[in-house]
């Protein structure tokens, strides 16, 4: 344990990024206790677009909403568009790159083909081709989303698969009669996770910037519901007369992307054996 806190000390992208995500996965988890107003219904004109104080500590919009308020509700639907859209993406990636690692032959050459096609195209674009196809609305932003980004995982997990396949625990379980889906996703899967959680974190931080790019183009979560990204939308024409509308919104993002991008990096350092005998 003592070792373990020696380690932490030492990495403090892993703490400060912990500490973030945490702090904005409580904000989004317990938004109803945190939020002083509702994000939709408290609405009154005669509090439009004022400046923060004590009663409106980040301002109100154009409509007279509490802007705090929003944030925090926003939270919600910018952690579960990552989560989400990031575990269809990983399962995707998780699976194609185990089977064509293993299994080799035609079948690695073809799963890498699609996969190198996807890399040419830019995330952006095939997001919001999608989006094109199926329309604007939150659902049809978690399938964007998560048919965008799964090729990174893949190839990932592909060549971890290339490198472990051939050591001696697999040839162990070979011997025991251990079937190949067995050996896939019990004894490989579990030893390469590492760089696979890595992927994911900063995955979610990029879902997290392609859905707000996403509403605030008007494709993604539909107003009266409460995005950062719409929310910068809304405030883009006013960004010079009530700023503060979109400089918190704004600020969430960059929070929020900060710590996921600081944790990934820390969970590399962390979980990488040679760079752990550096430190």
Known sequence: MKDLLKKLKRRTNLVFG?????????????????????????ADLLYSEEPPSREFLFGTDSQGRDILSRVIYGARISLS?????QLMNSIIGIVLGLTAGYFGKWWDD???????????????????????????GLMN???????????????????QVLFTRDLNY??????????????????ILPNIVGPILVIAT??????????AALSFLGLG??????????M????????????????????????????????????????????????
Not at 110 to 136: E, K, R
Not at 142 to 152: C, D, E, H, K, Q
Not at 242 to 271: E, K, Q
């Open 141 to 159: 932003v978690f399938i964007a989303l998560g048919l965008t980004n799964w090729s990174y995982t893949c190839r990932i997990t592909r060549s």
């Open 232 to 279: 910068l939308a809304k405030a883009r024409e006013q960004i010079f007369t009530t700023p503060w509308i979109s400089i918190f919104p704004g600020l969430a993002i960059f929070t929020t992307v900060l710590g996921l991008n600081l944790l990934g990096d820390g969970l590399r350092d962390f979980l990488d054996p040679h760079t752990a005998k550096k430190i």
């Open 81 to 85: 568009v990552g989560l989400l859209s």
């Open 202 to 211: 900063l995955g979610i931080a990029g879902a997290i910037l392609m859905e």
């Open 221 to 230: 979560t539909q107003p009266p519901t409460p995005s950062w990204g719409g």
């Open 170 to 187: 697999v040839k162990a379980a070979q011997a025991l009669g251990y079937g190949k889906i067995r050996i896939m996703f019990t004894q």
């Open 18 to 42: 912990t500490c973030i995500v945490v702090m904005m996965t409580a904000t989004a988890i317990f938004a109803p206790f945190l939020a002083p107003y509702h994000p939709v219904d408290d």
């Open 110 to 136: 073809l799963v890498m083909g699609l996969t190198n096609i996807m890399l040419s195209i830019p995330a952006v674009i095939f997001a919001l081709a999608i989006m094109a196809l199926l329309g604007p």
